[in-house]
T-cell receptor
């Protein structure tokens, strides 16, 4: 069975500062990894995904994430955050155990950007 | 273009009543997912439809929960004899196929009194 751990439930940061949201997963097989963002009162939106190839994945809004197989991590980073980045961020992993790539989501990290 | 829509956006019901939640996926998307999002929790998978295949119901928490997808498009999630612990946001997502990007609707916020 696969699982996802988002180590921080809340990350406060000042505007224009860098940020890293941590995500670790466990799975016995090859995985696909995702980061989603949920703005207040909206549905989830895909930020980026790793399926194969380069371990550094670039997404929308200046976010990027690096797949580290040895550390089973997929941390999300942004070099300079904006107030508008305030949202809930979810890491997700899917593999072929289920045969249908249904993702397992972490509990989410609330990013709070202060002016 | 139109995204995934869900209705109602909010639903308040009394314990023991049945509720129906509706999801309209993006046209042409063959895969449809239902998730439940409780306060402080991640998304909990409920059920998955892919084309004409039998749905994956492995995430449904009890036999009070059921879902159907008519004509490969609109889906309805039904919760019978609702309990207070069913209170959550119910999210629907669709995709072109498995492994494709999922597009989420805004959710239905269910409150069981």
């Amino acid at each position: 069975a696969q699982s996802v751990t988002q180590l921080d439930s809340q990350v406060p940061v000042f505007e224009e500062a860098p940020v890293e949201l941590r995500c670790n997963y466990s799975s016995s097989v090859s995985v696909y990894l995702f980061w989603y963002v949920q703005y207040p009162n909206q549905g989830l939106q895909l930020l980026l995904k790793y399926l194969s190839g380069s371990t550094l994945v670039k997404g929308i809004n200046g976010f990027e994430a690096e797949f580290n197989k040895s550390q089973t991590s997929f941390h999300l980073r942004k070099p300079s955050v904006h107030i508008s980045d305030t949202a809930e961020y979810f890491c997700a992993v899917s593999d072929q155990v289920r045969g249908s790539y249904i993702p397992t989501f972490g509990r989410g990290t609330s990013l709070i950007v202060h002016p | 273009g139109a995204g995934v829509s869900q209705s109602p956006s909010n639903k308040v019901t009394e314990k023991g009543k049945d509720v129906e939640l509706r999801c309209d996926p993006i046209s042409g998307h063959t895969a449809l997912y239902w998730y439940r999002q409780s306060l402080g929790q991640g998304l909990e998978f409920l059920i998955y439809f892919q084309g004409n295949s039998a749905p994956d119901k492995s995430g449904l928490p009890s036999d009070r929960f059921s879902a159907e997808r008519t004509g490969g498009s609109v889906s309805t999630l039904t919760i019978q004899r609702t309990q207070q612990e069913d209170s959550a946001v119910y999210l629907c997502a669709s995709s072109l196929g498995e492994r494709e990007t999922q597009y989420f609707g805004p959710g239905t916020r269910l409150l069981v009194l």
